[in-house]
């Protein structure tokens, strides 16, 4: 007997992006359920490769009573009113929003990181999913931190526009032929123009000076990883439409060779090293798009600190910083708690 899952935020691009990974991971779920709000009630969404549709549902009239899983990406908004009412009828919420990471009675998982974390679920049956630049950086972290203690953290992201969802590709793309034929060019959904342009501003600013997903970026790695960890992050949109990457430096308490972080790397589970010191040989977010791996190059010594590495991280924020990470939460809730399926 499989599970009974439902996608909340379907029609997004994480939602589908979630009903893909079940499918092509063969989740064992006896039903899929997609949800969204009422304007999209009826609409017909593919559930991946499978051949199967299916149609929406409403989130108002949705009873979550006898489904197990509820896998959302509608936001802090609506996951506010219905994750609650999903985990008191008895369905397992593993939230994308930010609305329950730093809650201290849920658990924000990487099952390659914290899975034991996990078995804390049941205090309010809700599970958090970290956000896509802290989910990638520490799957390249942990495996280091467990040989050489990672004392400080010093990370500068190139967030692609996905992580800003539909509006932030479509303005991007809109943008950038405008560019090209003259028109009017007026940002909408960013600040500032994004095509052919970074802008070093992501979420909302904060009294420090810092934004919101830098100090999202801080905290969720220490909950995450090690409350120790001192942690600083500037966080950049960049013209890219899927995958972020993100520059690392690592100080550590012991002694850790570029060489010897490469061979922990090289085994590390979610981790790909791709580290040749040629021309292209390093992965660029156009490669990593539709893959699940967390992609580490440019490995090297930081001869100004002690104990330093440098490293290159890049991965689909859409997968392993959403979608994937949320599908793997599951799969691990099922192993070690539900055991419904086979």
């Not at 219905?82 to 730093?102: F, H, Q, W």
């Not at 799957?139 to 467990?146: G, Q, S, T």
């Not at 981790?271 to 040629?278: A, H, I, P, Q, T």
Request: glycine residues 8%; contains cysteine; hydrophobic residues 40%.
């Amino acid at each position: 007997m499989g599970y009974r899952v439902v996608v909340v935020g379907a029609t997004g691009n994480v939602g589908r992006e979630m009903l893909n990974i079940l499918a092509e991971r063969q989740f064992p779920a006896d039903e899929v359920a997609v949800v969204a709000s009422p304007r999209s009630t009826g609409d017909i969404i593919d559930f991946g490769d499978s051949g199967q549709e299916l149609k929406v549902r409403n989130i108002e009239h949705f009873d979550f009573a006898g489904w197990d899983i509820a896998l959302f990406a509608a936001g802090s908004g609506p996951t506010k009113i219905y994750a609650p009412k999903a985990a008191e009828a008895g369905c397992t919420v593993i939230d994308n929003s930010s609305l329950y990471r730093m809650d201290p009675d849920v658990p924000l998982i990487v099952p390659e990181v914290n899975p034991e974390a996990i078995d804390l679920y049941t205090r309010k049956n809700i599970i958090a999913n970290p956000n896509c630049s802290t989910a990638q950086m520490v799957v390249a972290l942990k495996p280091l931190h467990d040989v050489a203690k990672i004392k400080r953290v010093v990370v500068a992201t190139y967030q692609s526009v996905s992580g800003a969802g539909k509006a932030g590709m479509d303005e991007l793309f809109e943008q950038s032929r405008n560019i090209f034929v003259g028109d009017a060019n007026t940002p909408v959904k960013f600040t500032k123009q994004i095509a052919f342009n970074v802008i070093p501003h992501i979420d909302s600013f904060l009294d420090d000076g810092s934004t919101k997903e830098e100090w999202k970026m801080v905290v969720e790695t220490k909950k995450i990883l090690d409350p120790k960890i001192k942690v600083t992050a500037t966080c950049v949109r960049v013209p890219v439409f899927v995958g972020h990457s993100e520059a690392i430096n690592i100080e550590f308490e012991n002694e850790l060779s570029a060489a010897d972080a490469q061979a922990i790397l090289r085994e590390a589970p979610g981790v790909m090293l791709v580290d040749k010191r040629e021309d292209g040989g390093y992965v660029t977010p156009v490669e990593c798009v539709g893959e699940y791996a967390t992609y580490v190059s440019r490995v090297r010594e930081d001869p100004t600190v002690e104990n330093g590495l440098n490293l290159w991280c890049v991965s689909d924020n859409l997968r392993k910083g959403a979608a994937l990470n949320a599908v793997q939460i599951a799969e691990l809730l099922g192993r070690r708690h539900l055991k419904k399926a086979a």
